[in-house]
């Protein structure tokens, strides 16, 4: 963070004459900052955060901060490079890209993010896109503590987690809280509205996938994917921990556990988790491990509202029978049968 530099007198009663700034300014331990407090906490260095939709003057009295998070709150991947941010004890300014009123459609967010999605972050005013690519670069940008392997193969096995979320575990999660949660939200929207949504997504495959988890829920083909993906993913977790490590890497924490906290809490705050995990006692033991993380609790759970809490559990209670089902499924020998 740039700390505040000038007359400290003249801020504090800019402060005060400008109410705007006060609700959207946050401590990253979550709490706000009011205008009686003294500015010399920021003189100091006490990282902040802002969130406001317009931010003239809060750069105006603040600066520009080095590192910009454009995020929607609840998504997977934001907390995945907040929890990475937090690792290097850095702090950055928050911006929030409303997804349910499509915001990440708007053409000066679309300058940052050709793709339209969340999280960007920006550095010294350049862009960088897709949340696995964020966390590299701000583990090389800030070395100290180190998030990958010193040992090369080490580091490609880091990075076939990486690459097992990004092709299966993301579109995994997405799709069974879309048929918990947002396909909801989407049946209370006028037919105009969902068909605005859908013709934003650029990406047809996407676009099918949306179209078929609306349109089918729990039993749509991508959701039965999702599922097969968890599968996978946690299996072999619990084998990549049965050399007695605690982490994903024999060599210790990594990216490669950042990269899984996000998409084994949201199944844990719908109430699924232990769907896949029950006959996993090394991945149970990881995830109590996780859960205790700081840089876990400062990019999942601090910014979770209640509200956002309450929603995913009582929708994810209400598919968890079809979940499971489902995952039975998958895992019958009529489906797999053994290799005579």
């Known amino acids: ?27 990253l331990n979550g709490s706000k900052f009011s205008g009686g407090q003294s500015m010399k906490n920021f003189q100091q260095g006490f990282p902040v955060t802002l969130n406001l939709l317009d931010y003239r003057s809060a750069d105006f009295l603040y600066g520009t901060f080095m590192l910009k998070l454009y995020q929607f709150g609840n998504s997977v991947c934001a907390q995945k490079v907040r929890i990475t941010l937090s690792e290097k004890d850095q702090s950055w300014e928050t ?10 459609y708007d053409p000066e967010y679309l300058k940052l993010n050709p793709k339209g999605l969340v999280p960007t972050l920006v550095h ?12 590299e670069y701000v583990d090389e940008t800030f070395p100290n503590p180190k998030l990958k392997p010193e040992n090369p193969y ?23 809280s879309f048929s918990a949660m947002f396909r909801e939200r989407m049946k ?57 490590n605690d982490w994903l890497m024999p060599s210790g924490y990594s990216l490669a556990d ?3 906290m996000p998409y084994a809490a949201r199944l844990a705050y719908l109430n699924l988790l232990d769907i896949w995990i029950d006959d996993k006692p090394l991945v149970q033991a990881w995830w109590r491990r996780a859960k205790a993380v700081p840089a876990f609790i400062k990019g999942i759970v601090d910014p979770l509202t209640d ?3 309450e929603e995913m559990m009582t929708f994810g209670c209400k598919i968890k029978d079809q979940i499971r089902a489902v995952s039975d499924k998958y895992l019958s020998p009529a489906v797999n049968p053994t290799p005579g």
């Open 1 to 27: 963070m740039h700390p505040i530099g000038g007359n400290l007198g003249l801020y504090e009663t800019v402060l005060s004459s400008r109410p705007l700034v006060d609700p959207g300014l946050v401590l």
């Open 95 to 104: 911006r929030e890209v409303n997804l349910f009123t499509s915001e990440q």
């Open 307 to 309: 509200k956002e809490e």
């Open 188 to 244: 209370k929207m006028s037919n105009e509205q969902r068909e605005i949504r859908f013709r934003n997504v650029g990406d047809p495959k996407r676009r099918d996938r949306f179209m078929s988890t609306y349109e089918q829920g729990v039993d749509s083909p991508y959701v039965y994917r999702g599922v097969v993906a968890y599968e996978k993913a946690f299996a072999d977790m619990e084998s990549a921990l049965a050399g007695g």
């Open 258 to 260: 950042i990269n899984m």
């Open 124 to 135: 010294d005013g350049k862009p960088i896109i897709e949340s696995t690519v964020i966390c």
């Open 154 to 176: 080490e580091r490609a096995q880091m990075r076939l987690w990486s690459k097992a979320v990004d092709e299966g575990l993301h579109e995994g999660v997405v799709e069974i």
